[in-house]
């Protein structure tokens, strides 16, 4: 079946550094992309919608500038986390619309990251 | 097989029950999760249930566990239009470090 592969699973790194999510579609073309931000105990939280060869449409209250996304290809799209402070902490998890079936998503396993 | 499954569409009139199915495959999850997605939202976080129940009951929804089967169901009680939604079961995989969802049931609400 339609397959999103995110990584890296986990990642720590230290305060004031960056840090790119790859979130890819395996055996489909992405033209659609989701970002999703859970916060500890909290339901998933709709960062952006990625459309592939254009900007990223980004939720109220979501930093544009803080929470790079790109959408290069059909099959790749990116997360980067800039200046990550330890409030950056969380879950972030990628979904894509299956292709062809009138409805359903697929999901990356999501990226754990601690900034420290 | 490796994925969370559930059907992808679902119909009922207002009033009746909706009763949402997912199966999943890992038997050492310890939480399975039903989230709700309205149009142009995020994943709203509607319950979840720990392994060792086999039953939850929040107002209006039912979640029944079994774990045999690993089937894991969501019943709606009196169905009501605003619960028009795409509706996710989740499992949570290695010991917590990775989620799984299913792709999604659409529920449409029919007056």
């Known amino acids: 079946g339609a397959v999103v592969s995110q990584h890296p699973s986990r990642v720590i790194c230290k305060s004031g550094t960056s840090v790119k999510i790859e979130c890819r579609s395996l055996?489909?073309?992405?033209?659609?992309m989701f970002w999703y931000r859970q916060f500890p105990k909290q339901s998933l939280m709709l960062m952006a919608t990625?459309?592939?060869?254009?900007?990223?449409?980004?939720e109220q209250g979501v930093e544009k500038d803080k929470f790079l996304i790109n959408h290069a290809s059909l099959t790749l799209s990116t997360l980067t986390v800039t200046s990550a402070h330890p409030e950056d902490s969380s879950f972030y998890i990628c979904?894509?619309?299956?292709?062809?079936?009138?409805?359903?998503?697929?999901f990356g396993s999501g990226t754990r990251l601690t900034v420290v | 097989g490796e994925d969370v499954e559930q059907s992808l569409f679902l119909s009922v009139r207002e009033g009746d029950s909706s009763v949402i199915n997912c199966t999943y495959t890992?038997?050492?999850?310890?939480?399975l999760y039903w989230y709700k997605q309205e149009p142009g939202a995020g994943l709203q976080l509607l319950t979840y249930?720990?392994?060792?129940?086999d039953m939850k009951q929040d107002q209006r929804l039912t979640v029944l566990l079994n774990k045999k089967d690993k089937h894991l169901s969501l019943r709606i009680a009196d169905t009501q239009t605003g619960d028009s939604a795409i509706y996710f079961c989740a499992e949570v995989r290695d010991y917590g470090q990775n989620f799984v969802f299913g792709p999604g049931t659409r529920l449409s609400v029919l007056p």
């Open positions: 055996d489909f073309q992405a033209t659609t």
């Open positions: 249930i720990f392994s060792n129940m």
């Open positions: 979904s894509a619309t299956l292709p062809g079936q009138g409805g359903g998503y697929t």
């Open positions: 890992d038997s050492s999850s310890t939480y």
């Open positions: 990625s459309n592939e060869g254009s900007k990223a449409t980004y």
